[in-house]
């Protein structure tokens, strides 16, 4: 099995992620299974989950894969319950799940007059449903898993609770108004949880990723000649660094900081941008 970026130990512990079929979590399974935990794999589509878990015990890993709603209380909360009774309490839980919708989300940047009475799906036009779907799925979907298995973290000390943020959460992203929301509320959130769970032995912290090139979202980002998209080159010209981030290195690094009792002992309540200073550069 690889080695981990960071000496960070985590044998012994069982590990929950949520939206573990996804590409980011995913990738950060095999890391924490890497770094010694058995993981628990949650996700609504359960034959995508089982693939990751297949993969991590192909490495030597230890993995189980459960189907979840994240917005179902009475099922997360009997998933919570086979967890415990296959691995054990839970030391980790990482609420990586998450996601935009169409019914979300504007067709542009900027309102321009006559938008209102056109085919273009303007602010006026955004679905109800769409915006609560899309809170509802970050910020309740991140609430209800932290419910089922803190309730076996509070009072053994050493427990970790990692929420997924975004870089979008200090400045909003054009377009997606409702994901913008959500993802701030759970940048809130993860600090109210450091604080509310600060003498019970947990704590709360959530990575603010920018934006990664991944095998699925690459033909988005670049051409067939390999040059950025006008999307792309927006981003870059936004991010100081002036590329794409590296998901399996430069997001697994900050991972095993926040998850390291020894190293990240004194650390809750964080909310770490892992976005090549996107959320820090201002245009000028």
């Known amino acids: 099995m690889k080695k981990n970026v960071l000496n960070t130990d985590l044998s012994g512990k069982v590990a929950v992620v949520t939206g573990a079929g996804g590409v980011l979590c995913s990738m950060l399974s095999k890391v924490l299974a890497r770094a010694g935990a058995k993981v628990a794999l949650l996700d609504l589509a359960l034959d995508k989950a089982e693939k990751v878990a297949e993969e991590i015990r192909e490495e030597g890993g230890t993995a189980k894969a459960y189907a979840c ?27 990586g799940a998450g996601g935009n919708n169409p019914r979300a989300t504007t067709d542009k940047e900027y309102y321009e007059e006559g ?31 932290t419910q089922a298995f803190a309730r076996q973290m509070v009072g053994r000390g ?29 940048s809130n959130f993860t600090q109210w949880l450091a604080v509310h769970f600060s003498k019970a032995g947990i704590r709360v912290n959530a990575i603010a990723p920018g934006f990664f090139a991944t095998a699925q979202n690459r033909a988005l980002l670049f051409n ?7 999307r792309t080159g927006k ?27 020894e190293a990240a002992s004194f650390v809750t309540g964080v909310v770490i941008p892992i976005d090549g200073g996107f959320s820090a550069y201002s245009g000028v």
């Open 69 to 95: 709603n994240v917005l179902d209380k009475e099922l997360c909360y009997r998933v919570a319950d086979e967890v415990e009774k296959d691995f054990g309490p839970c030391d980790i839980l990482l609420n």
């Open 115 to 145: 938008d209102i009475d056109s085919d273009t799906k303007s602010f006026f036009d955004l679905e109800e449903s769409g915006v609560r779907f899309v809170f509802d799925l970050n910020f309740a979907g991140t609430l209800i898993p």
């Open 158 to 186: 050493g427990c970790n609770i990692l929420n997924i943020s975004s870089m979008n959460a200090y400045t909003p992203l054009t377009k997606i108004p409702a994901y913008s929301g959500a993802k701030a509320a759970v």
């Open 224 to 230: 067939e000649d390999g040059t950025p998209t006008a």
């Open 235 to 261: 981003i870059l010209a936004a991010t100081p660094m002036g590329r794409l981030g590296n998901s399996e290195t430069e997001l697994s690094g900050a991972v095993l900081f926040l998850l390291n009792n």
